[in-house]
């Protein structure tokens, strides 16, 4: 079992920055990939960014790429999505999740991932 705890969400002007953390606890977290998700209100959870083992293989949503970094410190169990040059788009519930590094399915599906954080609210204002 993995358990997910997201942090960092709030509100920020358009323009501005946040880092989101998603600290981990339970089974070797560096057997796991990675990924944040996140879900507007009426709308269907969309993926945005993971990452596997190490900073090498990280993957984004077109929607995010050159404003959004994932990164991972498997000392601490701790991912990270910094996110720069927010827009009102942004403007969702952002969900960390786990899955066990050996799935071979696409990073962006969320069915394929086994465990979930509880979400961390970012609002960005226009």
């Known amino acids: 079992q993995v358990q997910l705890v997201e942090s960092g969400g709030g509100l920020v002007q358009a323009g501005g920055s946040l880092r989101l953390s998603c600290a981990a606890s339970?089974?070797?977290?560096?057997?796991?990939?990675m990924g944040w998700f996140r879900q507007a209100p009426g709308k269907e959870r969309e993926f945005v960014a993971a990452i596997k083992w190490t900073g090498a293989s990280t993957y984004y949503t077109d929607s995010v790429k050159g404003r959004f970094t994932i990164s991972r410190d498997n000392a601490k169990n701790t991912v990270y999505l910094q996110m720069n040059t927010l827009k009102p788009e942004d403007t969702a519930v952002y969900y960390c999740?786990?899955?066990?590094?050996?799935?071979?399915?696409?990073?962006?599906?969320?069915?394929?991932?086994?465990?979930w954080g509880q979400g961390t609210q970012v609002t960005v204002s226009s």
């Open positions: 999740a786990a899955r066990p590094l050996v799935v071979l399915a696409p990073l962006n599906g969320a069915r394929t991932y086994d465990y």
């Open positions: 339970g089974r070797t977290f560096s057997s796991y990939a």
